[in-house]
């Protein structure tokens, strides 16, 4: 199935050829379900450290700005309000620790 799909399509003569082709296709698939994934993940109570490698992790698979990644890290921790309104002045991932 795969052969029959590389032959199916012009201009696809070599590896490098055939993954530019796929990233440029999947790419902005694979952003959206890390978003998804980044939006619906959160911070255990025994767990701080692993949160943000988790979450960092999943960012990297996707290109997600750090900015929008401590978005993410923040609305993910389940705590009171007024703890998660001071990590807003975060500008790293590290801050938010």
Do not use: P
Not at 32 to 54: G, I, P
Not at 76 to 96: K, Q
């Amino acid at each position: 199935m795969a052969q029959a799909f590389v032959r199916s399509e012009d201009g696809l003569s070599s590896w490098s050829v055939l993954r530019t082709w796929l990233l440029s296709e999947f790419c902005s698939r694979l952003t959206a379900d890390v978003h998804q994934l980044l939006s619906t993940d959160f911070k255990q109570q025994n767990e701080t450290l692993q949160y943000l490698c988790r979450m960092r992790e999943l960012a990297m698979q996707g290109g997600v700005s750090d900015d929008a990644l401590i978005d993410y890290i923040i609305c993910g921790i389940l705590d009171v309000v007024v703890s998660n309104s001071i990590l807003y002045g975060a500008s790293s991932v590290l801050e938010t620790c």
